[in-house]
């Protein structure tokens, strides 16, 4: 699935966790594997530059960028797809 891929690189790059990307799942909590806020900015504004849109304001809270599983489905519901990624 090459949303799930883009968003998994992204995280790789931009989270700085403290553990391998290789042992986060789609519901690792990035913040419990040492996503800070400051990262987490970071990791935002690169989704928003390659998926080209902006997180609406009410989207801005932890809970959208708390796994990978959290940020596709909120990149899919902004994108208007389902959440298949079609």
Do not use: C, W
């Not at 699935?1 to 690189?9: G, Y």
């Not at 987490?40 to 960028?65: G, I, K, W």
């Amino acid at each position: 699935m090459a949303v799930e891929d883009d968003i998994r690189a992204i995280v790789a790059e931009y989270a700085k966790l403290d553990v391998p990307m290789d042992e986060v799942t789609d519901t690792t909590d990035l913040f419990d594997a040492g996503m800070t806020s400051h990262s987490s900015v970071n990791l935002m504004l690169a989704l928003e530059e390659r998926f080209d849109f902006e997180f609406p304001d009410q989207l801005l809270r932890r809970s959208t960028f708390a796994s990978v599983s959290a940020i596709k489905t909120n990149i899919l519901s902004v994108l208007g797809e389902g959440t298949d990624g079609t």
